[in-house]
């Protein structure tokens, strides 16, 4: 069956980083449009960055331009997204998305990121 399996959530100072990962299975992952999207309590759910499928284009909600790269890796199924000096307002569960030929769509079960001092 499908999955999307995110880790790397966690809590985190103002100024740190983290790594998401997001493993797939169960569906073509190299003909998938791969999205990082994150939703803060009492918000509603944004797209924060997605990538194309063979990678090469990438794009990022401005208020993670700089600071969030999304990258992917056919081989091993795998997205990730590297979010640098975090800051408060990035607190949100951040969940995994992949668009399969605009046909389908599935989503991750969401990781839980705190940033706090």
């Known amino acids: 069956q499908v999955q999307l399996v995110e880790s790397g959530g966690g809590l985190v100072q103002p100024g740190g980083s983290l790594r998401l990962s997001c493993a797939a299975s169960?569906?073509?992952?190299?003909?998938?449009?791969m999205r990082w999207y994150r939703q803060a309590p009492g918000k509603e759910r944004e797209l924060v960055a997605s990538?194309?499928?063979?990678?090469?284009?990438?794009n990022y909600a401005d208020s993670v331009k700089g600071r969030f790269t999304i990258s992917r890796d056919n081989a091993k199924n795998t997205a990730s997204l590297q979010m640098n000096s975090l800051k408060p307002e990035d607190t949100a569960v951040y969940y995994c998305?992949?668009?399969?030929?605009?046909?389908?769509?599935?989503w991750g079960q969401g990781t839980q990121v705190t940033v706090s001092s």
């Open positions: 169960g569906f073509t992952f190299r003909l998938s449009v």
């Open positions: 990538i194309s499928s063979g990678g090469t284009s990438k």
């Open positions: 998305n992949a668009d399969v030929l605009n046909l389908k769509e599935y």
